[in-house]
């Protein structure tokens, strides 16, 4: 079988399984954040933490509640690393240090799983279960639970409350991540991830030789890592390794991981609006559209910029298969590339350093749209739902009307925290590139000078900025400026939008929904369809193009 037949079986099997899962999976969601019904293992969590579950927050409540998880998180992350080689499972590791910890306790934490060192040879396996897979779950919960606090600023009229911070965090950690990612973990382990607490063990290699490889519970971590759209594996081939992704059927079961929940979350969003009566299932069927249009434009494009293989080397080989794995060639790599880079995951089954300059360009291009063509865990769900305010807010321009998204007024207080959201992790990507670029030890840490290397430290921020953690294999991220702005661009990219975002979740919750009218704009329509994925290219394509003219279009071209 050729790779373009296979890749389209893959992509085509790929669609029809997430096509079937979407409504079940999306109704089950919105059941789990509307029952008023607490399971006795949840009770007992609430007992133990001293929480009322009844008693809901403001969105500044809800937002602090946000901020101390989070910040213990980190402590307690970093912390663990630091003290490994006391602990039990250490696998002969020993402490993690200072910097490297710092980076690793923010990376996991904010959703990012930017690994700047190899974790068969830093990570005990302890670190590896208490530590990264644990925050695998948490950091998946608090963006799923601050999507589902915007969705209720939409539908609730005239309260303060959006939500209770714990419950949702611990019915999504209990009711959705544990079960799903314990299924997955059966069907890898299945397919032939490692699962285990082995450490070093020899093994016979092809030609008689003897080579030492690293066990481990791999197989419970990768479920979480794609599901939760974190991305950090325990080797640092990441999804490309054997270990971690042995066959072709397991590597089309990751890329359904990562896309499962964003995409859900699209019907989850119009369940939530139909049982409530603030609108349609149709609403969220349109967020869909928009996001299915910009990702498979994206996907075609790097998979037809890696089958074709433009350059001397690989039409001298007969295809861009440098970096890439044999095992599933470039239309899977593309569509895992594609996949990873839309939805803020960061696993990767091939080096991206290695893909032709238009295909490493377009995944670098997915980050830069905000990763909202699916996004995250949640946080492709609030994401696409701030543009689509923005949507409704540039059409009333149009029309000389005030706008309005599901009947709330889109006024001065809500475009100014659309605006703050719009314009932050740009001016993280940009500002930290430009300051980066200008100090020689930047530089140094370059493998490739010119064009390549400046696309190598623009791919390092917007990695970070966006809460993806893929990379361009060629910086070395672990000089001391990088580990500690790549740090800071992934704490003030995650928690900067949050805190936007609930902000902008209490001022919806507070007003009384306007009546619609003859110049209501409908925004479960195909026009609105079309707005809001013109919203989305034209707001990337003018802040980023000059940016991206400087690296991977220079370079194409060259």
């Known amino acids: 079988m050729s790779d373009s037949l296979a890749g389209l079986l893959q992509i085509s099997l790929a669609v029809a399984l997430l096509a079937a899962l979407r409504i079940p999976v999306g109704d089950y969601l919105a059941h789990v954040y509307t029952s008023p019904r607490h399971l006795a293992p949840e009770r007992l969590v ?20 946000v901020l101390a998880f989070s910040l213990l998180s980190v402590l307690a992350l970093y912390g663990l690393q630091r003290l490994q080689n006391w602990l039990p499972l250490a696998a002969g590791m020993g402490p993690v240090a200072p910097g490297t910890a710092w980076n690793t306790a923010v990376s996991f934490v904010t959703n990012t799983n930017w690994q700047t060192y190899s974790g068969e040879s830093t990570m005990g396996h302890l670190t590896q279960m208490a530590g990264l897979t644990v925050q695998n779950f948490l950091s998946a919960a608090i963006g799923m639970a601050v999507a589902i606090a915007l969705v209720r600023g939409l539908i609730r009229r005239r309260t303060e409350q959006v939500g209770n911070v714990w419950v949702d965090l611990t019915r999504t950690a209990l009711r959705v991540l544990l079960p799903f990612a314990f299924a997955a973990a059966l069907l890898l382990a299945a397919g032939g991830v490692v699962q285990n607490l082995s450490g070093l063990t020899a093994h016979t290699t092809l030609d008689g030789g003897s080579q030492l490889l690293p066990g481990g519970p791999i197989a419970s971590q990768e479920a979480i890592k794609e599901l939760g759209t974190n991305g950090g594996g325990p080797y640092n081939a990441n999804s ?77 080989a007969g295809a861009a298969m440098e970096g890439k794995e044999v095992r599933f060639g470039e239309w899977a790599s593309a569509l895992f590339a594609a996949s990873t880079t839309a939805t803020s995951t960061g696993a990767v089954n091939s080096a991206h350093d290695s893909f032709t300059a238009f295909g490493g360009g377009l995944a670098l291009f997915n980050m830069l749209l905000g990763e909202i063509t699916p996004g995250g865990a949640g946080s492709g769900l609030y994401g696409i739902l701030v543009v689509a305010m923005l949507t409704v807010f540039l059409g009333g321009l149009m029309i000389g009307r005030t706008p309005e998204y599901l009947g709330k007024r889109i006024g001065g207080r809500e475009i100014k925290l659309i605006a703050l959201y719009i314009l932050a992790t740009p001016a993280l990507v940009l500002v930290l590139t430009g300051i980066a670029m200008a100090l020689p030890s930047t530089r140094d840490a370059m493998a490739n000078g010119g064009i390549h290397g400046f696309t190598e430290v623009l791919y390092a921020y917007a990695s970070t900025a966006n809460n993806n953690g893929s990379a361009f294999g060629g910086l070395n991220a672990g000089t001391p400026f990088l580990s500690l702005t790549t740090g800071l661009a992934m704490l003030f990219g ?20 306007s009546p619609v009218t003859a110049g209501t704009l409908p925004t479960d329509r195909p026009l609105f369809v079309g707005m809001l994925t013109a919203t989305i290219l034209i707001v990337t394509g003018l802040t980023f193009f000059p940016a991206l003219a400087l690296g991977p279009i220079a370079e194409g071209l060259s």
Request: glycine share 12%; net charge positive.
């Open 240 to 316: 490309a390794h054997p270990f971690e992704n042995p066959t072709a059927w397991t590597n089309l079961l990751e890329v359904l991981l990562l896309l499962l929940i964003p995409v859900s979350l699209t019907r989850t969003f119009g369940t939530m609006l139909a049982r409530s009566g603030a609108g349609t299932r149709r609403h969220g069927l349109a967020l869909l559209a928009a996001m299915g249009i910009v990702y498979g434009l994206v996907l075609a494009g790097v998979t037809a910029a890696e089958a074709a293989g433009r350059g001397t080397a690989a039409q001298a």
């Open 46 to 65: 609430y007992r133990l933490c001293g929480v009322d579950p009844d008693r809901e927050q403001t969105a500044a409540g809800y937002l602090r509640g």
């Open 494 to 513: 995650r928690f900067l939008p949050i805190v936007l975002v609930l902000a902008l979740a209490g001022a919806l919750a507070r007003q009384q929904p």
